[in-house]
């Protein structure tokens, strides 16, 4: 691996793993990530984490049902993940009620510093990205990372998602936005 490489590994929580909003493949998903953060490279975790009374929950008019509310087990890393997740290089998103936030990009740490912020103090250049969901925040994820000038390769094998043909619509829309898939 090249030294200006990092993992940004997206929502591999329990809602989305087993919880509220399962996702198809993610159990594999996360399996499959395992690999990837044995790796000698930076590995960045963005999680969703909302209030429990956020705009995007069906109760407040929005599209979902409540998932990854802070403090619960749905909005906990995966254990198989825990053991590569630093407190500083984890990124919450989805904290004001009032915005909804599918993108980790502008996602912070405890220290109040974003993803972006913490990939430029790394002199990273090259971004592996996996996680949940493709179509939401793993695309939005990957999309804002590449719109900041960073290469931007997604872990096909290590993603999981909420519906199949959304899944492949996703994926051939950020090849042609010009992220590899891998």
Same mark, same amino acid.
């Given at each position: 691996? @090249?030294?200006?490489?990092?993992?940004? +590994?997206?929502?591999?929580?329990?809602?989305?793993?087993?919880?509220? @909003?399962? =996702?198809? /493949?993610?159990?594999?998903?996360? %399996?499959?990530?395992?690999?990837?953060?044995?790796?000698?490279?930076?590995?960045?975790?963005?999680?969703?984490?909302?209030?429990?009374?956020?705009?995007?929950?069906?109760?407040?008019?929005?599209?979902?049902?409540?998932? =990854?509310?802070? /403090?619960?087990?749905?909005?906990?890393?995966?254990?198989?993940?825990?053991?590569?997740?630093?407190?500083?290089?984890?990124?919450?998103? /989805?904290?004001?009620?009032?915005? *909804?936030?599918?993108?980790?990009?502008?996602?912070?740490? *405890?220290?109040?510093?974003?993803?972006? *912020? +913490?990939?430029?103090?790394?002199?990273?250049?090259? +971004?592996?990205?996996?996680?949940?969901?493709?179509?939401?925040?793993?695309?939005?994820?990957?999309?804002?990372?590449?719109?900041?000038?960073?290469?931007?390769?997604?872990? %096909?094998?290590?993603?999981?998602?909420?519906?199949?043909? /959304?899944?492949?619509?996703?994926?051939?829309?950020?090849?042609?936005?010009?992220?590899?898939?891998?």
């Amino acid at each position: 691996m @090249m030294k200006d490489t990092a993992l940004v +590994v997206v929502d591999m929580l329990y809602d989305f793993i087993d919880g509220s @909003m399962a =996702c198809a /493949g993610a159990e594999t998903a996360v %399996q499959n990530a395992l690999p990837w953060l044995e790796k000698e490279i930076p590995a960045l975790f963005v999680c969703d984490c909302h209030p429990a009374d956020h705009s995007s929950f069906a109760a407040q008019g929005g599209p979902w049902p409540p998932h =990854c509310v802070e /403090g619960t087990r749905g909005a906990e890393i995966h254990d198989a993940l825990k053991p590569y997740a630093d407190e500083a290089c984890i990124f919450r998103k /989805g904290r004001d009620r009032a915005v *909804e936030q599918y993108s980790g990009f502008g996602g912070r740490n *405890e220290a109040g510093q974003s993803l972006s *912020e +913490v990939l430029d103090i790394l002199d990273i250049r090259n +971004v592996l990205v996996c996680g949940i969901a493709t179509e939401y925040c793993v695309r939005n994820t990957a999309e804002d990372l590449l719109r900041a000038g960073f290469n931007v390769t997604l872990l %096909q094998d290590a993603i999981g998602y909420v519906d199949h043909a /959304g899944h492949l619509e996703a994926l051939e829309a950020m090849k042609k936005e010009g992220i590899t898939l891998k």
